[in-house]
Nanobody, 125 residues
Framework: QVQLVESGGGWVQAGGSLRLSCTFS????????MAWFRQAPGKEREFVTA????????YYADSVKGRFTISKDNTKSALYLQMNSLKPEDTAVYYC??????????????????WGQGTQVTVSS
């Protein structure tokens, strides 16, 4: 019943910016966490960033700190990822996720129950 839909992916030159969106419906994440993960070709899915829905506390992977910013809009039931200073190594399919992981599991995929279909981000050098 809960559905997540990502959008905003595309092609960009290294050093450029993109803004991803994730709209969810069919439920709300009370006391929950929403996050962005990514998966590059031939690579395992990896954690990018997360935000707690109630408090707005944020968490970032070291590889994106200072470049990416996660945010949310409660009235629009939306999650966003602003990506600046993009690098070729950021190329991947980006997924939004939601669930109720423990604090120690924010960066682990199994901690999230709901996932979007993904949106492709390609950064060329």
């Amino acid at each position: 019943q809960v559905q997540l839909v990502e959008s905003g992916g595309g092609w960009v030159q290294a050093g450029g910016s993109l803004r991803l969106s994730c709209t969810f419906s069919g439920g709300i994440f009370i006391n929950g966490v929403m996050a962005w993960f990514r998966q590059a070709p031939g690579k395992e899915r990896e954690f990018v960033t997360a935000i707690t829905w109630t408090r707005g506390s944020t968490y970032y992977a070291d590889s994106v700190k200072g470049r990416f910013t996660i945010s949310k809009d409660n009235t629009k039931s939306a999650l966003y990822l602003q990506m600046n200073s993009l690098k070729p190594e950021d190329t991947a399919v980006y997924y939004c996720a939601g669930g109720y992981p423990s604090s120690g599991d924010y960066g682990r995929g199994p901690g999230y129950r709901y996932w979007g279909q993904g949106t492709q981000v390609t950064v060329s050098s």
